[in-house]
């Protein structure tokens, strides 16, 4: 027999970690131990999996799937709407749906910076009320007679009751508090500095988020910020009633004290660590062991069932940081967001495979800078908040259309590689594509739409720029991709092959436009797949690379330290180094006129800026605008000639 749990889309987030003040620096994308480990390139390490870059087009479009089966988001950029009182929101640290799909938010009002608050701006109260549309009802908090408010704010849930339930991620934060929806003082559980560790039942340790069973009127808290574990109360009286730890067993505060790493182990952190208990329908908590990269699941009672790994090799703040559920009575996908890797992850649930995923770090709707809360309304739709300096909630509205079959006629979007028993053919996926109109994001050119006989491959960008594919039929993928800039005064070529043949090949599609001579190539990476070809290339052609890249190339190079601007025939072509990307001089290619930009390896298959592991610094990539991504030729990523859809 199934157990109901009312509440249902909640999701409470604690963080289990060693004991901070402070969330430490977000890193993105995440560094893994090898440069061809990188967890956002590995989907989660789910090879069926494919993902849908948010907001890099500018739209505010999210395909998070093309199966007939697969949900899908799109993100509501006007939601919510401003703020009154030049009120501002810190780093966002709660989100919770009440009853009326009512949307509370609790904030740090402590991390607006003092240039945010200046000419009258000033900080909101730290829990936030939104109505359906997103527009602001209520706001209150902050300390008070009768209860300790956190140092730290973290989590927020809103019973059936319609009390709210606030916790606390700082060092000293012992306690969790109730209130009603008007914010009168109900009850406090623990006091603040007096947590006596993992096994004590009176008090917590970081106790950041939490949720009710209604049924059976307990509390569930994820207490891990400080704390290690997962733990009960009564909701009526706040009696404790049970804890466990990782795998159901008793916690062990003294692993963090012993010398060694021996991952994983209980729930556990060095940076940042999140135990999230969240139930669906079936009765099962759901824990998401933030730093460990794991999921695990369990019975009411602390009964472990089973775990699962997400991006697996994701360093720093890790992989797993909260969880929803799809809105179908039987909720058939899970939702996982990563604030590390600015993803968020679409999973069965019975299987716990990931399927699918969106996302990305940036500024823009759609993008993420610390994906750190979420919740789901009754229809479905996703609120993500950000912390760190990404401070805000972003709504991404649930279609259910599609999961009635609406996209089976194959009219919208590309073809999925779905989970097993929902994959398209080859030919299926060729047809979805082309009557979809859309960009594949994908190395594979037969999820294109595309042959061997189709290549090489030349497509126009603008009147007089081009692009040249070619494939590697072993493997099934686009090779390096060549932009070429055809003028009265030369022709400029951005990259070679990585063989001469294939090099030779593309001497053969230039020399079909153009009767012009070659005048430049730049060198955008210094990787073999990149220069192998150079000496296809005939004599008297000059060659641009940066100092670290010239060692490397076996021909002289002029050299590209910054930015290097050439007029061709009435054309402005900008060479730019922005800073170390894939390689330590990667270079890129702009045309200001045209809104063209040639990545080279800082953009790969949906990695932006792509950098080896052993790069711990976000790298320079401050330089690059929103004219970045209104056309775009990146290396193995099918976007070549990519426009934004604004």
């Known amino acids: ?39 956002p ?5 789910a090879p069926e999996a494919r993902r849908r870059q948010a907001g890099d087009s500018g739209d505010a479009r999210l395909q998070a ?40 938010i609790t904030h740090r009002p402590s991390t607006l910076q003092p240039n945010e608050t200046r000419s009258g701006w000033k900080a909101a109260p730290p829990v936030l009320e939104f109505d359906r549309d997103g527009t602001l ?40 508090l109730e209130f ?91 940076v940042q660590h999140e135990d999230k208990p969240s139930q669906a329908n079936d009765g099962l908590v759901y824990v998401c062991d933030r730093t460990n990269n794991r999921l695990q699941v369990f019975h009411k009672d602390g009964t472990f069932v089973r775990e699962v790994f997400l991006a697996k090799r994701t360093f720093g703040s890790g992989s797993v940081w909260d969880i929803g559920f799809s809105p ?62 990404g401070k805000r909630v972003q709504k991404f509205t649930y279609d259910d259309a599609r999961l009635k079959g609406s996209r089976s006629s194959g009219t919208e979007g590309s073809p999925s590689t779905g989970a097993a028993g929902s994959r398209s053919t080859e030919a299926e996926g060729a047809r979805a594509f082309q009557a979809s109109g859309s960009v594949a994001r994908t190395g594979d050119y037969t999820l294109r739409g595309l042959k061997p006989a189709d290549f090489p491959r030349v497509r126009k960008l603008a009147g007089n720029i081009y692009t040249f594919e070619q494939i590697d039929p072993s493997k099934r993928i686009v090779t390096v991709n060549n932009l070429i800039v055809v003028t009265s005064d030369g022709v400029l070529v951005a990259e070679s092959q990585g063989t001469v043949d294939n090099t030779k090949l593309l001497l053969a599609e230039i020399a079909k436009l153009t009767p012009q001579p070659i005048k430049y190539v730049v060198v955008g990476s210094e990787h073999g797949d990149h220069t192998g070809g150079i000496a296809a290339f005939p004599a ?24 290097k601007t050439l007029q061709m025939g009435g054309t402005e072509i900008q060479i730019l180094f922005l800073g170390r990307a894939h390689t330590g001089g990667d270079l890129e290619v702009y045309l200001p006129r045209e809104k063209v930009l040639f990545m080279s390896e800082a953009f790969i298959n949906r990695i932006f800026p792509s950098r080896p592991s052993r790069w711990k610094s976000p790298g320079s990539c401050r330089r690059t605008g929103s004219w970045m991504m209104r056309r775009c030729c990146a290396r193995r990523s099918g976007t070549t000639g990519w426009r934004s859809r604004r």
């Not at 390139?41 to 390490?45: G, H, P």
């Not at 956190?150 to 969790?176: C, F, M, N, S, T």
């Open 1 to 39: 027999m199934r157990v109901a749990i009312a509440a249902l889309f909640v999701a409470v987030i604690v963080f289990g970690a060693r004991a901070l003040s402070s969330e430490g620096a977000p890193a993105f994308p995440a560094y893994a131990r090898d440069e061809d480990e990188r967890a």
């Open 41 to 45: 390139a590995r989907l989660a390490e």
């Open 65 to 104: 799937s093309r199966s007939t089966s697969m949900p899908s988001y799109t993100v509501d950029p006007f939601w919510p709407k401003p703020l009154p009182n030049h009120w501002l929101v810190g780093a966002v640290a709660g989100v919770a749906v009440d009853a009326q799909d009512h949307v509370w």
């Open 137 to 176: 009802i209520s706001a209150w908090g902050g300390p008070g007679d009768g209860y300790e408010w956190p140092q730290l704010e973290h989590g927020i849930y809103v019973d059936r009751r319609d009390h709210v339930w606030l916790g606390g991620g700082g060092e000293k934060d012992a306690q969790i």
């Open 180 to 270: 009603t929806r008007q914010g009168t003082f109900l009850r406090q559980i623990g006091h603040q500095g007096k947590g006596q560790g993992s096994n004590d039942t009176q008090n917590l340790g970081g106790a950041a988020s939490m949720v009710v069973d209604e049924g059976a009127r307990e509390l569930y808290v994820a207490d891990g910020y400080v704390n290690h574990r997962v733990i009960v109360f009564d909701a009526d009286t706040g009696a404790y009633k049970r804890h466990w730890g990782a795998y159901g067993k008793k916690p062990d505060d003294s692993y963090f004290q012993k010398a060694g790493e021996r991952l994983p182990g209980p729930f556990s952190g060095t």
């Open 328 to 389: 179908d009575p039987q909720q058939t996908f899970a939702i996982v967001i990563d604030g590390t890797n600015q993803q968020v992850y679409v999973l069965r649930r019975d299987s716990l495979e990931v399927v699918d995923a969106f996302g990305g770090g940036g500024r823009w709707a759609g993008q993420f800078y610390g994906a750190h809360n979420l919740a789901v309304d009754s229809t479905g739709s996703l609120f993500i908040t950000e912390t760190y300096e």
């Open 540 to 563: 008297g052609v000059t060659y641009f690379a940066h100092p670290f890249s010239a060692p490397r190339i076996k021909v002289p190079t002029q050299p590209v330290i910054d930015r």
